[in-house]
């Protein structure tokens, strides 16, 4: 990912969600860059410094409901309140800045381990913390080399992962179920997180590979329903 201004804000003690709000919205027009964009649950907005944010002429705002998040380069973003999926759409991005608005740690607390923000709280600012890598057995090369490949093509789109690439990973690990038994569903999402993979595409292999050690199947596409990985 970029090296880009990333923060969020969080609540403290002693803090009112208006207050949260206004800290996330201050540090964001303090960050250089391109237009701001707003993006919010719904239209309606309880938050007052928001709401001024989102009257002026220059800001675009968007609400989930038909906002195809994620793509940001050269604008600056609040993300207000998002849940896991929205919280993705900020997640190894590119933008000018980001600022989160915090509404559940257990939302955030693996987006906050990884991209290591500025923290936003009442009288406070925790700067980023130095790189700290969570000590992960390594994968076998046959899957690290696939997880590179996926990555390096999930890149090359400016929605990441591609439906062929899924039925390709699906297929692998059903036709090639020996070199997957070994690989836990947390050394996988480590890695693909090391690779710079967005949010979304991690969630998405993660996912893959714990219905199979489910014992479920996946429906793959004619084309690629005989596929392995060499």
């Not at 944010?53 to 906002?67: E, K, N």
């Not at 600056?76 to 800045?97: F, M, S, Y």
């Not at 690439?165 to 059903?174: P, Q, V």
Request: hydrophobic letters at 40%; glycine letters at 8%; aromatic letters at 6%.
């Amino acid at each position: 990912m970029p090296d880009i201004p990333i923060a969020i804000s969080r609540l403290g003690e002693d803090d009112s969600r208006e207050a949260q709000n206004l800290r996330a919205v201050t540090w964001l027009l303090a960050q250089s860059g391109g237009p701001v964009v707003v993006v919010t649950p719904r239209r309606s907005v309880r938050s007052e410094s928001i709401a001024q944010l989102i009257a002026r002429p220059d800001v675009r705002h968007h609400t989930w409901r038909g906002h195809r998040g994620g793509h940001y380069g050269g604008q600056r973003v609040l993300q207000a309140w998002p849940d896991r999926t929205h919280l993705n759409d900020v997640w190894n991005v590119e933008a000018d800045a980001i600022a989160v608005i915090e509404w559940n740690l257990e939302v955030t607390a693996e987006w906050i381990a990884h991209l290591n923000p500025v923290q936003l709280f009442p009288g406070e600012t925790i700067t980023p913390s130095p790189a700290q890598h969570s000590a992960v057995d390594p994968l076998p090369e046959d899957v690290d080399g696939i997880l590179k490949h996926v990555a390096t093509m999930a890149a090359g789109y400016s929605s990441g992962l591609k439906w062929n690439e899924e039925d390709k990973l699906k297929a692998d690990m059903m036709n090639r179920p020996g070199r997957w038994v070994s690989v836990t569903v947390g050394q996988v999402r480590a890695r693909c997180l090391e690779l710079g993979m967005r949010g979304k595409d991690v969630d998405t292999i993660a996912g893959f590979l714990q219905r199979r050690k489910d014992g479920r199947r996946f429906n793959v596409r004619s084309s690629y329903r005989d596929f392995r990985f060499n």
